[in-house]
């Protein structure tokens, strides 16, 4: 069965300093992985999108992905308050369904 | 942003009642996902459709659950006789494709809470 992994399960972070989360996953049999966020009450927005190793930026949102590592992270750059929000990793599984992170709470500090 | 509507955004029934949530994919999207998203933030894939075909749905949702994606009409997930367990958030998503790369993003509503007491 295919899994994933989060960390760290929360997170504080001043407001301007970089932000890093990271997940790990069971195989490397996906080439399909995402960052969503969902903010507290609300529906779940896509951040970014990386199919290939290495490293995809939207706007201040940068994944990196290494499949042989069998790991994905997510760096948010100059995170601001309102960046505060529970952040989840999704990898595509072999259903085309999106196996989940356990989430990150991110808190940013002003 | 989403385009992906939900509705209700919140529903209350009591054990054994029916409750029944709708789900209007982004304009274009052929492919819906029904999730289940429990109060420890953990996803549980509940069914999805391609135009108004179902693809998979696991073994929970082939017992209380059932759900539709008929032409021009939303798309909608019900369960039959709620029990406290199925109290959670309930995720709809659409996307263009299935088939890899860019245009299987999957876009989401802001879902539905249930609260079954």
């Known amino acids: 069965q295919q899994k994933v992994q989060q960390s760290p399960e929360s997170l504080t972070v001043s407001e301007g300093a970089m932000a890093s989360l990271n997940c790990t996953f069971s195989d490397g049999t996906s080439d399909n992985f995402r960052w969503y966020r969902q903010h507290s009450g609300k529906g779940l927005e896509v951040l970014v999108s990386?199919?290939s190793d290495g490293e995809k930026e939207e706007g201040r949102f940068t994944a990196h992905l290494n499949r042989a590592s069998l790991h994905v992270s997510l760096h948010i750059r100059e995170p601001q308050p309102s960046d505060s929000a529970v952040y989840l990793c999704?990898?595509?599984?072999?259903?085309?369904?999106?196996?989940w992170g356990s989430g990150t709470k991110l808190i940013i500090k002003p | 942003n989403s385009k992906v509507i939900q509705t209700p955004r919140y529903l209350v029934k009591g054990q054994g009642q029916k409750a029944k949530m709708r789900c209007i994919p982004e304009?274009?999207?052929?492919?819906v996902f029904w999730y289940q998203q429990n109060k420890n933030n953990e996803f549980k894939f509940l069914i999805n459709?391609?135009?108004?075909?179902?693809?998979?749905q696991i073994d929970m949702t082939e017992k209380r659950f059932s759900a539709e994606c008929p032409s021009n009409s939303p798309c909608s997930l019900e369960i039959q006789s709620s029990e406290a367990g199925d109290s959670a958030l309930y995720l709809c998503a659409s996307s263009l494709s299935r088939t890899g790369g860019p245009q299987d993003t999957q876009y989401f509503g802001p879902g539905t809470r249930l609260l079954v007491l």
């Open positions: 304009k274009g999207h052929p492919v």
């Open positions: 990386i199919f």
């Open positions: 999704a990898m595509r599984g072999s259903n085309y369904q999106l196996i």
């Open positions: 459709f391609q135009n108004q075909e179902v693809l998979q």
